[in-house]
């Protein structure tokens, strides 16, 4: 009888982000998956699993990596996307998957918030993240942070954007009119950049 490891691997990262102390995590992996397959419906194994698990170290908050601790945004996500690949690797090595599988599955989690756009299937998991940003995290994530943060985060997610996605994020409405304002304020700004 041949065990299907691909469920159980799947039922362990999901078990750990589940359990999360940051209320929208799990919320927000399962809505990149969503988005990586609204963008890409043919996505295989390997790039849904790197989407669901893509920031599992979040969820383990002895292991988290620590915003206050790192002066450069794109450091600190790095580092948080560097240390999820360690977690998702540690999951990995229990189970009989070639090489080449896992390598493929840790550098799209590696590479999810900066890697090069060259790469199609990073370009479209960090689409489907920032995607899941702007609708998922980003009301919980304003209840955190003030203004300043706020709009850097939203200026920061929306740059890393395909013009693929910019189109869909520009339909998102909010219940609070503050972020409808604020992402109105990164369309207008973008918009003379790009024109």
Do not use: C, T
Not at 34 to 40: A, E, M, T
Not at 78 to 94: C, F, G, P, R, Y
């Amino acid at each position: 009888m041949s065990i299907n490891y691909h469920k159980v691997i799947e039922n362990e990262i999901e078990d750990i982000i589940y359990h999360s102390d940051v209320p929208e995590d799990y919320a927000h992996a399962k809505s990149v998956k969503k988005w990586l397959l609204k963008l890409r419906p043919d996505a295989d194994w390997i790039l849904q699993l790197a989407a669901f698990a893509h920031d599992i170290e979040r969820a383990l908050p002895q292991r988290k990596i620590i915003r206050s601790k790192f002066s450069d945004y794109n450091d600190f996500k790095s580092a948080h996307a560097l240390n999820s690949a360690k977690v998702v690797q540690e999951i990995l090595d229990k189970y009989p998957l070639s090489r080449k599988v896992k390598d493929k599955i840790l550098n799209l989690v590696k590479n999810h918030e900066l890697g090069q756009s060259k790469d199609s299937d990073i370009a479209v998991l960090k689409d489907a993240d920032s995607l899941s940003f702007f609708e998922v995290n980003l009301p919980a994530y304003a209840e955190r942070n003030d203004e300043s943060e706020i709009l850097s985060r939203m200026n920061w997610g929306y740059q890393r954007l395909s013009k693929r996605a910019r189109q869909i994020v520009k339909e998102f409405h909010y219940e609070d009119e503050r972020l409808n304002e604020f992402l109105k304020r990164i369309l207008i700004y973008f918009d003379a950049e790009d024109g």
